[in-house]
């Protein structure tokens, strides 16, 4: 069974441009999450999709946004992109409610 | 609010000798416990999991964890190293009724001497 896949490995972009990033979740897993792990700040949730809905957002701003597609893929969208969005961003998935969160490799932006 | 500490920031131990990763937690209601695993540039691998029942927990690569609802802790251990378990651990927290998003704590870098 393929695992969650993430794509780019490696972004790199300059302040105020835009990032996409994206994830393909495990075959059959329906909730899709982004954290951000920034040096120093740790892990910490960004979003969480399910069925195609948007249904949590951590404590970052609207300038962070993403969508889940209808074969349950996602991206995440980082526009006016500031250095301290340089992070590593991971994406996992999971059946639904309440089931192990299962992460993928990443993908490193670099704000220059 | 629900927080995770693992109050060792780095932990430095012989290849063969015993270890503990230190977790605690706070939360209102016994929450669902997680250990990953971060290898240097990589994603997070699932070491073991506890939603309910027995409180000694079984996980992959050798790794065990008990839960101690009266100390909040969710201590991980394993009995002998591996040059190969160097990495960074992460403990983490989710509500089992809640906005489905795992609560980290700030994680423990692994380091083993030959």
């Known amino acids: 069974e393929a695992g969650v896949t993430q794509s780019p490995t490696h972004l790199i972009k300059t302040r105020g441009q835009q990032a996409t990033l994206r994830c393909s979740p495990i075959?059959?897993?329906?909730?899709v999450y982004w954290y951000q792990q920034a040096l120093g700040l740790g892990l910490q949730f960004l979003l969480w999709y399910d069925e195609g809905e948007e249904r949590n957002r951590g404590n970052f701003p609207p300038r962070f946004s993403g969508r889940q597609f209808p074969n349950y893929s996602s991206e995440l969208n980082v526009n006016a992109l500031e250095l301290e969005d340089s992070a590593l961003y991971l994406c996992a998935s999971s059946r639904g409610q309440w089931d192990t969160q299962y992460f993928g490799p990443g993908t490193r932006l670099t704000v220059l | 609010a629900q927080s995770v500490t693992q109050p060792d920031i780095h932990i430095t131990v012989s290849e063969g000798a015993s270890l503990e990763l230190r977790c605690n937690y706070s939360y209102g209601a016994t929450p669902y416990l997680f250990w990953y695993v971060q290898s240097p540039g990589q994603g997070l691998q699932l070491l073991l999991k506890?939603?309910?029942?027995?409180?000694l927990v079984q996980g992959i690569k050798g790794f065990e964890a008990e839960f101690k609802r009266s100390q909040s802790s969710f201590n991980l251990r394993k009995p002998s190293v591996h040059w190969s378990d160097a990495a960074e651990y992460f403990c983490?927290?989710?509500?089992?009724?809640?906005?489905?998003?795992?609560?980290f704590g700030q994680g423990t870098r692994l380091t083993i001497n030959p």
């Open positions: 075959s059959g897993h329906t909730s």
């Open positions: 506890y939603f309910s029942g027995d409180t």
């Open positions: 983490a927290v989710g509500e089992p009724q809640g906005a489905q998003k795992l609560v």
